[in-house]
């Protein structure tokens, strides 16, 4: 079955970056985009950008400023979000999800907790 | 961006009841050259991530209960649950992606 597997939660200083992964199996690694999703604490979830694992082609969401840059490695089937110049306010869940074609996410990640606090 | 607002905020309904949520977008989702609505919806329980029940405003995803329906078209659509179950219980949000995907704000779906 589809599982997208995610790295371990982090804690992390104002300014600092971090980098979360997020393991594809269970179908063709490079026909689905990979998506990042973010959701603060009770709050709705905000969409950071995506990577066609095929060639490698990325979008970006402009709130972040430049801030985020997503990877993968296709002979591991995992894609990876990097944010930089940490703030208080990314503190959220990091989540991956796929999409085929159309921009509705059908699988998602367990979510990866990141805390950035001084 | 598109802006998703959806209503009410919380509800609360008795098991076997319907429940209905609405959502609005700030522009029309409707794309006219091939008349569908990039409209979707998810069901969010605690400590979980969100998972996909309708997509094209009104397509059940595969094994989602069909007591779960989407229904509306441009920029107003609705959520019915025909017959509350305990399981139900959660938060619901919409979500467009005519363009830069955009989520409303969520409605959290009680129990009465």
């Known amino acids: 079955q589809v599982q997208l597997v995610q790295s371990g939660a982090e804690v992390k200083k104002p300014g600092a970056s971090v980098k979360l992964s997020c393991k594809a199996s269970g179908y063709s690694f490079s026909t689905y985009t990979i998506e990042w999703v973010r959701q603060a604490p009770g709050q709705r979830p905000e969409w950071m950008g995506w990577i066609n694992p095929g060639n490698g082609n990325t979008r970006y969401s402009q709130k972040f400023h430049g801030r985020v840059t997503i990877t993968k490695d296709t002979s591991a089937n995992t894609a990876h979000l990097d944010l930089s110049n940490l703030k208080s306010e990314d503190t959220a869940i990091y989540y991956c999800?796929?999409?085929?074609?159309?921009?509705?996410?059908?699988?998602w990640g367990q979510g990866t907790l990141v805390t950035v606090s001084s | 961006d598109i802006v998703m607002t959806q209503s009410p905020d919380s509800l609360a309904v008795s098991l076997g009841e319907r429940a209905s949520i609405n959502c609005q977008s700030s522009q029309s989702v409707l794309y006219s050259s091939n008349n569908k609505n990039y409209l979707a919806w998810y069901q969010q329980k605690p400590g979980q991530p969100p998972k996909l029940l309708i997509y094209?405003?009104?397509t059940r995803e595969s094994g989602v209960p069909d007591r779960f329906s989407g229904s509306g078209s441009g920029t107003d659509f609705t959520l019915t649950i025909s017959s509350l179950q305990a399981e139900d219980v959660a938060i619901y949000y919409c979500q467009q992606y005519y363009g830069t995907p955009t989520f409303g704000q969520g409605t959290k779906v009680e129990i009465k």
């Open positions: 094209w405003a009104s």
């Open positions: 999800a796929r999409t085929f074609g159309e921009r509705y996410f059908d699988s």
